[in-house]
T-cell receptor, first 110, second 112 residues
């Protein structure tokens, strides 16, 4: 099946810093989503972004499907951004069923 | 409803007992998914329902696991003869077609 690799696995930032999280995948996709899992375990959908660029406040994401990667940008990080960020992809043909990466654990400190 | 509702939020059961986990998706969402997350791990796909189509059961780890979705709405995940390795958080999500998933808060299952 499709492989999803996320980097870095862990990241510690000082409040106010910017960061870029990367997601590489091994096959063509027509579904890609980014999620944030907060410290209480709740998963929040950040973006549905199988291609192109989207922005939502301090967060933005870009997917280059032809090169099989996606980037999540966090600007002016806040302590509430802490948690685990997951990239999940749906391969072409089975697009609804997402395969999740192992996540990037982000800690934002004061 | 406004969100995806899962119950119970926590379940402790003895090894060998059967358990039922419930998921109430967002009204109008045609797709419903079950995943599980073991401690500190990523999410593992279990089963997927889309409308009236046959479910995709390819992720169910053994024949002790089964799920149904009644009337295109509420879903129940059943684990028979629970084992300690079944301990995990079981997460349900729903979506309209293949668009953005909305997850519930999960059921934390502990098998003792």
């Amino acid at each position: 099946g499709i492989q999803v690799e996320q980097s870095p696995p862990d990241l510690i930032l000082q409040e106010g810093a910017n960061s870029t999280l990367r997601c590489n995948f091994s096959d063509s996709v027509n579904n890609l989503q980014w999620f944030h899992q907060n410290p209480w375990g709740q998963l929040i959908n950040l973006f549905y972004i199988p291609s192109g660029t989207k922005q939502n406040g301090r967060l933005s994401a870009t997917t280059v499907a032809t090169e099989r990667y996606s980037l999540l940008y966090i600007s002016s990080s806040q302590t509430t951004d802490s948690g685990v960020y997951f990239c999940a992809v749906g391969p072409t043909g089975t697009a609804s069923k997402l395969t999740f990466g192992t996540g990037t654990r982000l800690q934002v400190t004061l | 409803g406004a969100g995806v509702s899962q119950s119970p939020s926590n379940k402790v059961t003895e090894k060998g007992k059967d358990v039922e986990l419930r998921c109430d998706p967002i009204s109008g969402h045609t797709a419903l998914y079950w995943y599980r997350q073991s401690l500190g791990q990523g999410l593992e796909f279990l089963i997927y329902f889309q409308g009236n189509s046959a479910p995709d059961k390819s992720g169910l780890p053994s024949d002790r696991f089964s799920a149904e979705r009644t009337g295109g709405s509420v879903s129940t995940l059943t684990i028979q003869r629970t084992q300690q390795e079944d301990s995990a958080v079981y997460l349900c999500a729903s979506s309209f077609s293949r668009l953005g998933y909305t997850f519930g808060s999960g059921t934390r299952l502990t098998v003792v």
